[in-house]
């Protein structure tokens, strides 16, 4: 019925008239359309943009862990953002120096782990060019019952990680978060953090804990890691007995090559074997069988017991690495800071992946978590997270700056010597075969690695 007595009076309009409305009806409803299409855009933002973070860590390797249980400690909540899965345990195991010790007892870890890795009553290296044979008991300085052993430990990595993660809040871990860049404004005092997955997040605070190939550091404006020419080949095998070996590390230099293995418990052993790069290796490195006989061709002429716990290791445990360095100065370190950087540093293999010739890689990075957490202790008592803004953003940069400057002398000494005494020990040249047996050996004998095991 409405229709009947519309039609009549819509015929009987001047035909301006009638184009003036429909006019209007059209402009109504494309702006009723664009409402609805920026609410739309809105919530996909929205979506997308999550709430804003007080600290976030990037990567949950032991770094990344250590770091945000340090923060932990001294009541700093955080939130790790770990590309993988799950706790990833590519690596084998750690060797746990007594610096490493102190910084596990600071994070409150050390006693559930103790109980359960063998302490090492020395180190024993030898050369099969000259027969040599040195032991370096562990025992800090004093003679007799004045000596004290050193507490030195061989750890597995998955233990290590689930030890520091146990430890934190539920909730502290989001795997599959990979950070693929990161931004800030300059004027703003917020950095946002892109993942691949598409969303983004918005952090006060971001402590790149990344790795080698730290997303975080090539946004600070560091050098890119170097290959040192170096490979790596490490496992682990377990046996259903007691293994009876000794208590020790042990190293046995050859030409060309380093091999060795610690004892981690009664029944677990971790071996390992370096040389310098060939080109098949980038072939072989993704496929453990051919790493295993490539391990076991590089020792062909090396003393058991080291090509039987190669053969006896399961392959899922054997992983091959190209050893890489990220050459900064110590006056360098805060630089990315000075460059206006804010509220944003990094932390282990992120900012100094070195040679594993020491042993020191864990190591470093637990002394940095438990010194960058002191840092932001002290600082952040000032600082007021719920009002956050440039202010707030120059005082955690300065936090950082110091941190940097704390740590760079000690971190560069470390990676400066991992990395020549790599080279001198495996020995490729008749020179550097020289210098290890006839120079090295005699005077240092093994104790160089004991000179950097205190904090």
Same mark, same amino acid.
């Given at each position: 019925?409405?229709?009947?007595?519309?039609?009549?009076?819509?015929?009987?309009? +001047?035909?301006?008239?009638?184009?003036?409305?429909?006019?209007?009806?059209?402009?109504?409803? =494309?702006?009723?359309?664009?409402?609805?299409?920026?609410?739309?855009?809105v #919530?996909?933002?929205?979506?997308?943009?999550?709430?804003?973070?007080? *600290?976030?860590?990037?990567?949950?390797?032991? $770094?990344?862990?250590?770091?945000?249980?340090?923060?932990?400690?001294?009541?700093?909540?955080?939130?790790?953002? #770990?590309?993988?899965?799950?706790?990833?345990?590519a690596?084998?195991?750690?060797?746990?120096?007594?610096?490493?010790?102190?910084?596990?007892d600071?994070?409150?870890?050390?006693?559930?782990?103790?109980p359960f890795?063998?302490?090492?009553?020395?180190?024993?290296?030898?050369?099969?060019?000259?027969?040599?044979?040195?032991?370096? +008991?562990?025992?800090?300085?004093?003679? /007799?019952?004045?000596?004290?052993?050193?507490?030195?430990?061989?750890?597995?990595?998955?233990?290590?990680?689930? $030890?520091?993660?146990? #430890?934190?809040? @539920?909730?502290?871990?989001? =795997?599959?978060?990979? *950070?693929?860049?990161?931004?800030?404004?300059?004027i703003?005092?917020?950095?946002t953090?892109?993942?691949?997955?598409g969303?983004?997040?918005?952090?006060?605070?971001?402590?790149?804990?990344?790795?080698?190939?730290?997303? *975080?550091?090539?946004?600070?404006?560091?050098?890119?890691?170097?290959?040192?020419?170096?490979?790596?080949?490490?496992?682990?095998?377990t046996?259903?007995?007691?293994?009876? =070996?000794?208590?020790?590390m042990?190293?046995?230099?050859g030409?060309?090559?380093k091999?060795? &293995?610690?004892?981690?418990?009664d029944?677990?052993?971790?071996?390992?074997?370096?040389?310098?790069s060939?080109?098949?290796? !980038?072939?072989?490195?993704?496929?453990?069988?051919?790493v295993?006989? !490539?391990?076991?061709?590089?020792?062909?002429?090396?003393?058991?017991?080291?090509?039987?716990?190669?053969?006896?290791?399961?392959?899922e445990?054997?992983?091959?690495?190209?050893?890489? @360095?990220?050459?900064?100065?110590?006056?360098?370190?805060?630089?990315?800071?000075?460059?206006?950087k /804010?509220?944003?540093?990094? @932390?282990?293999?992120?900012?100094h992946?070195?040679?594993?010739?020491?042993? %020191?890689?864990?190591?470093?990075?637990?002394?940095?978590?438990?010194?960058?957490?002191?840092?932001?202790?002290?600082?952040?008592?000032?600082?007021?997270? $719920?009002?956050?803004?440039?202010? %707030?953003?120059?005082?955690?940069?300065?936090? =950082?700056?110091?941190?940097?400057?704390?740590?760079?002398?000690?971190?560069?000494?470390?990676?400066?010597?991992?990395?020549v005494?790599?080279?001198? %020990?495996?020995?490729?040249?008749?020179l550097?075969? &020289?210098?290890?047996?006839?120079?090295?050996?005699?005077?240092?004998?093994?104790?160089?690695?004991?000179?950097?095991?205190?904090?």
């Open positions: 019925m409405a229709g009947k007595h519309l039609m009549p009076w819509v015929y009987q309009m +001047p035909f301006a008239h009638f184009t003036l409305n429909l006019m209007a009806f059209g402009a109504l409803r =494309f702006a009723l359309e664009s409402a609805r299409m920026s609410v739309w855009i #919530e996909a933002k929205e979506s997308s943009m999550e709430k804003c973070e007080d *600290i976030v860590v990037v990567g949950g390797g032991v $770094a990344g862990l250590a770091t945000a249980l340090a923060l932990h400690r001294v009541g700093l909540r955080s939130l790790v953002l #770990e590309r993988a899965d799950c706790l990833r345990t690596g084998a195991a750690f060797m746990m120096w007594p610096n490493a010790w102190k910084a596990l600071a994070l409150g870890v050390s006693d559930s782990l103790r890795y063998s302490q090492l009553d020395g180190i024993r290296g030898s050369s099969i060019c000259t027969g040599v044979c040195k032991n370096v +008991p562990l025992k800090s300085g004093g003679k /007799g019952d004045s000596s004290m052993k050193l507490e030195s430990r061989c750890i597995e990595r998955m233990a290590l990680l689930e $030890a520091l993660a146990k #430890e934190l809040p @539920v909730g502290s871990i989001r =795997f599959n978060s990979k *950070i693929v860049s990161l931004h800030r404004d300059t703003s005092p917020f950095t953090l892109e993942l691949a997955d969303r983004s997040l918005t952090a006060k605070i971001v402590i790149g804990c990344d790795g080698v190939y730290s997303v *975080i550091a090539r946004w600070m404006g560091l050098p890119p890691p170097k290959t040192t020419g170096r490979i790596a080949i490490r496992g682990m095998v046996y259903t007995e007691d293994h009876h =070996f000794e208590k020790l042990l190293q046995v230099w030409k060309g090559v091999a060795g &293995f610690i004892t981690c418990t029944k677990k052993v971790y071996w390992f074997v370096t040389r310098r060939h080109p098949q290796d !980038a072939e072989i490195c993704g496929d453990a069988e051919r295993m006989h !490539a391990a076991l061709e590089m020792v062909r002429d090396f003393p058991e017991p080291i090509a039987e716990l190669i053969k006896s290791s399961p392959v445990t054997i992983n091959m690495a190209d050893l890489k @360095v990220r050459w900064v100065w110590p006056w360098e370190w805060g630089r990315g800071v000075e460059k206006g /804010g509220s944003v540093t990094i @932390v282990g293999d992120a900012l992946p070195m040679m594993p010739d020491l042993a %020191q890689g864990a190591c470093m990075a637990l002394e940095d978590a438990v010194h960058l957490s002191r840092c932001l202790e002290q600082v952040i008592k000032s600082v007021n997270m $719920a009002d956050w803004g440039k202010a %707030q953003a120059e005082k955690i940069e300065t936090c =950082f700056n110091k941190y940097l400057q704390e740590r760079r002398w000690r971190v560069s000494g470390i990676v400066s010597v991992a990395f005494m790599g080279f001198v %020990q495996e020995g490729s040249s008749r550097e075969r &020289f210098v290890r047996d006839w120079i090295f050996f005699p005077l240092f004998s093994m104790r160089y690695l004991l000179y950097f095991v205190h904090s």
